[in-house]
DNA sequence: AAAAACTTCGAATGAACCGGTCGATAATTC
DNA sequence: GAATTATCGACCGGTTCATTCGAAGTTTTT
């Protein structure tokens, strides 16, 4: 029992990346096996089943752009470019974790009520780091804010409203300009004149 | 019998972008049909079976490819740049193709030699392709070449070895840079001193 | 306007596939 | 050398999938 998490962490990594490929349906447990060079059976001694690694691959996956976002807002001052970062590293690795959403809503999402959990806890906790930097704009005297509780919803709306095209259509193109002209609208609204 | 060739092409279109992102084994009859919003059955009104589908598609990028190559090399004068261009939008074009190579050595590629036939075909025209190319520097005084067609052979070959980690190791990067190397190579010991 | 030909599709089918199990067997630890 | 930890091949039963078929709808021909 000496490796048990570095091996757990190994088909967390291998399978990630053909989930992130081919979405949970069409990816097998044959395929996992096969990359990770291990016999199927085995994999079946680490985890309970496909939905178990599938659960860690999107916890695992949640955690990494938990972190890809807190070193974004803190790798620049502006309150502005703080948020401008937030919104695109957040986009883009949406794009990225859109297979997994897609994979999902095939069928039998029934299962997979774990995610919703996930999704509330993120949602509360981007909601902080949306006030966090409204509130840090409104102190250095960049945004002016009546409520900035209100004001991270109606961020947070919008970028959800964002997600659907992601996920629906495959190829909708030029999210980036889209979320240019989004910040451009919000800056302009939120800026002091 | 008024449009037949229509649908056909309409099918092969939309097959052909499955295809090309879950490979031919990944995709399924109702995604093609549910994607062209038929009924599966019609499918095989126009078509044989999936693998002719695939067979068509597979003629078809081809095609694409082949013009892009010819307008590819017409688009610039200098024969440097030709080569330049041919080469690059070869290997972009390939990379797109390798998830169709990599859905056939799935399995049984028994089935399908008609992957050798075309494959020869156009490693043919290429080879006609970079000898022309060859031929009008030369001609231009801008290579100094002995045998064009051993010339053309030898570079045919280099493309080909750098088509091989492309569907083998999927995201084995900077392919870029490995091609300006080569073309580097290549032409310091192809331009007049 | 009936017959013939063309087109679509739901339902059925049989074969392949796939997640998961089980027991045998290494490999390692005690 | 027994106990445990770890690997795996072979198998199972349910599901999926490509393909078929016939019936029904539509258009064209006579």
């Not at 996956?61 to 807002?73: C, G, K, M």
């Not at 999902?104 to 806890?121: P, Q, S, V, Y």
């Not at 902080?128 to 961020?155: C, K, P, Q, W």
């Not at 964002?162 to 800056?187: G, Q, S």
């Amino acid at each position: 029992m000496i490796n048990r998490e570095e091996y757990r962490r190994r088909v967390i990594l291998t399978a990630g990346q053909i989930f992130s490929r081919y979405g949970f349906r069409k990816t097998t447990m044959d395929e996992i096996a096969k990359a990770l060079k291990m016999g199927k059976s085995s994999i079946y001694y680490y985890f309970e089943s496909k939905e178990e690694i599938f659960e860690a691959v999107v916890l695992y996956e949640a955690n990494i752009l938990r972190n890809e976002l807190t070193t974004a807002i803190k790798s620049v001052e502006s309150p502005i470019e703080k948020m401008r970062k937030y919104v695109f590293v957040r986009m883009r690795s949406f794009e990225k974790l859109s297979n997994y959403y897609n994979a999902i809503f095939d069928k039998n999402l029934d299962h997979f009520d774990f995610i919703e959990t996930i999704r509330e806890k993120y949602d509360r906790e981007e909601l902080a780091i949306l006030r966090l930097i409204l509130y840090h704009g409104s102190r250095m005297n960049v945004f002016s804010i009546d409520n900035s509780e209100y004001t991270a919803l109606a961020i947070q709306t919008t970028l959800k409203g964002l997600e659907v095209p992601l996920f629906w259509k495959k190829r909708e193109l030029n999210i980036d300009k889209r979320l240019n002209a989004i910040l451009d609208v919000l800056f302009k609204g939120i800026l002091k004149k």
